[in-house]
T-cell receptor
């Protein structure tokens, strides 16, 4: 089945530094990838939708200059949290859809970001 | 505005019992309704999904019941097991390539 690899699974960084999270579709090509944020015991909140070769579409209230998304190829999207602060600490999850446009979305295993 | 409403927030069921989680939606343009299972520290995994042209779909111990007129759908877990203890999210989407709208999640605990 479709597999989405997300890396790293955990990262601790100092306040003010930047962190990059990678999301790769391993056995399919993904035209569209989604980035979510999840707080403890809460639902997934969509942050942005990235389409290969074009600018990401950010949800209302998400700072595009803080959460930089790049979808340079059909198998890789990256989320960079710039100038991270403790309030950015969260669980970030990506999901991908294949180019055939099938309804199934596959989620990555998530990245636990802790900013100290 | 919560596009998909999910209940209950938490659920405790004895081993062997039936777990039932309910979701409701307003947007009649939704045409795909998946359920996801999430274990702590992991991403959600697709459990089962249904489209509005059928009223029920069963896969093993998991069944989705769909009521189009009421705009409601539910997940039934038969013979619940401790290994089913996880958080379950319902979701809805419209058309191919569009985002999912997730419910608020249900924390299921199955006690031995």
């Amino acid at each position: 089945g479709a597999v989405v690899s997300q890396h790293p699974s955990r990262v601790i960084c100092k306040s003010g530094t930047s962190v990059k999270i990678e999301c790769r579709s391993l056995d399919f090509q993904a035209t569209t990838m989604f980035w979510y944020r999840q707080f403890p015991k809460q639902s997934l909140m969509l942050m942005a939708t990235s389409n290969e070769g074009s600018k990401a579409t950010y949800e209302q209230g998400v700072e595009k200059d803080k959460f930089l998304i790049n979808h340079a190829s059909l198998t890789l999207s990256t989320l960079t949290v710039t100038s991270a602060h403790p309030e950015d600490s969260s669980f970030y999850i990506c999901s991908a859809q294949d180019v055939q446009g099938a309804y199934g979305y596959t989620f990555g295993s998530g990245t636990r970001l802790t900013v100290v | 505005q919560q596009q998909v409403k999910q209940s209950p927030q938490s659920l405790i069921v004895q081993k062997g019992g039936i777990s039932i989680i309910n979701c409701a939606y307003e947007n009649t343009a939704f045409d795909y309704f998946p359920w996801y299972q999430q274990f702590p520290g992991k991403g959600p995994a697709l459990l089962i999904a249904i489209r509005p042209d059928v009223s029920e779909k069963k896969e093993g111990r998991f069944t989705i019941s769909f009521n189009k007129s009421a705009k409601q759908f539910s997940l039934h877990i038969m013979d619940s097991q401790p290994g089913d203890s996880a958080t379950y999210f319902c979701a809805a989407s419209m058309n191919t390539g569009n985002q999912f709208y997730f419910g608020t999640g249900t924390s299921l605990t199955v006690i031995p």
